[in-house]
C-alpha cells in the first residue's frame, strides 16, 4: 500500500493567492482527517471526513478555508485568500472504524510545508 | 485547561538509560490512548495504544494508562540515539468520537 499520498510537498505563495492541498487517503480507510501543525499552536484538527461527508469543521480557523471530498479516494483543503499567518506544515490522515467500535489509529501522510509570503 | 497535556521538554536521557514521558487528559469518558513519534520534519507514526488500564509492552516500549488519575505514561527502556524525537500523547475523547485530541508533544534527546 502506498500509504497516505499528499501533494504538493512543498507551497511558496504570496499573500492573497488561492492554494490547494490535495490528499489521497489509505484504500478501504472511511475516515479523512486534515490537520495544520506549527511550533506555536502544535498540531490541530482542521475537519474530518466519514464516508465522504464533512462530520466536523470546527477546527476551520476561518471562512477562507474550505475542504472538500468528492470521493473516496480525494479530498482538498483549500485557502482563499492565503495569509501570512497560514504558513504551517498541513498534515491529511486516513484510518478505518473496524466493526469492534474500538478507535482505529490514524496512518499520517507526509505533509505539505506551506509558506504565505 | 488543555484536553491532552504534555511537559514540552526538552526531555534529555542518556543513551541505555529509561525515558519516561507523562500526559494528562481532561475527558473521564476518554477510552483510546495513543502515543505518536515525530522526527523533526516528518509526519507522526504510531507507536503505542493502548486502551484498559495498566501497562502494555512492546519491545523497548511500554505504555501505561491509570483512568482513575487520568493519566497515561510511556516508558522507553535502553534509550538510543535513534529514539530523539518528539512524541505525542493523542486522547480518543469521548465514545463513539471519531477525532483524536494531540497534545503538543515532548521533545526527547538521547545524549550518547
Known amino acids: 500500500d502506498a500509504g497516505v499520498i499528499q501533494s504538493p510537498r512543498h507551497e511558496v505563495t504570496e499573500m492573497g493567492q488561492e492554494v490547494t492541498l490535495r490528499c489521497k487517503p489509505i484504500?478501504?480507510?472511511?475516515?479523512l482527517f486534515w490537520y495544520r501543525q506549527t511550533m506555536m499552536r502544535g498540531l490541530e484538527l482542521l475537519i474530518y471526513?466519514?464516508?465522504?461527508?464533512?462530520?466536523?469543521d470546527s477546527g476551520m480557523p476561518e471562512d477562507r478555508f474550505s475542504a472538500k471530498m468528492p470521493n473516496a479516494s480525494f479530498s482538498t483543503l483549500k485557502i482563499q485568500p492565503s495569509e501570512p499567518r497560514d504558513s504551517a506544515v498541513y498534515f491529511c490522515?486516513?484510518?478505518?472504524?473496524?466493526?469492534?467500535?474500538?478507535?482505529?489509529?490514524?496512518?499520517f501522510g507526509p505533509g505539505t510545508r506551506l509558506t504565505v509570503l | 485547561q488543555k484536553e491532552v497535556e504534555q511537559n514540552s521538554g526538552p526531555l534529555s536521557v542518556p543513551e541505555g538509560a529509561i525515558a519516561s514521558l507523562n500526559c494528562t487528559y481532561s475527558?473521564?469518558?476518554?477510552?483510546?490512548f495513543f502515543w505518536y513519534r515525530q522526527y523533526s520534519g516528518k509526519s507522526p507514526e504510531l507507536i503505542m495504544s493502548?486502551?484498559?488500564?495498566g501497562d502494555k509492552e512492546d519491545g523497548r516500549f511500554t505504555a501505561q494508562l491509570n483512568k482513575a488519575s487520568q493519566y497515561v505514561s510511556l516508558l522507553i527502556r535502553d534509550s538510543q540515539p535513534s529514539d530523539s524525537a518528539t512524541y505525542l500523547c493523542?486522547?480518543?475523547?469521548?465514545?463513539?468520537?471519531?477525532?483524536?485530541?494531540f497534545g503538543s508533544g515532548t521533545r526527547l534527546s538521547i545524549r550518547p
Open positions: 484504500s478501504g480507510h472511511d475516515y
Open positions: 493523542a486522547v480518543n475523547p469521548s465514545r463513539g468520537a471519531s477525532k483524536i485530541i
Open positions: 471526513f466519514n464516508n465522504n461527508v464533512p462530520i466536523d
Open positions: 475527558d473521564r469518558g476518554s477510552q483510546s
Open positions: 490522515a486516513s484510518s478505518y472504524s473496524p466493526p469492534s467500535g474500538i478507535y482505529n489509529e490514524q496512518f
Open positions: 493502548i486502551y484498559s488500564n
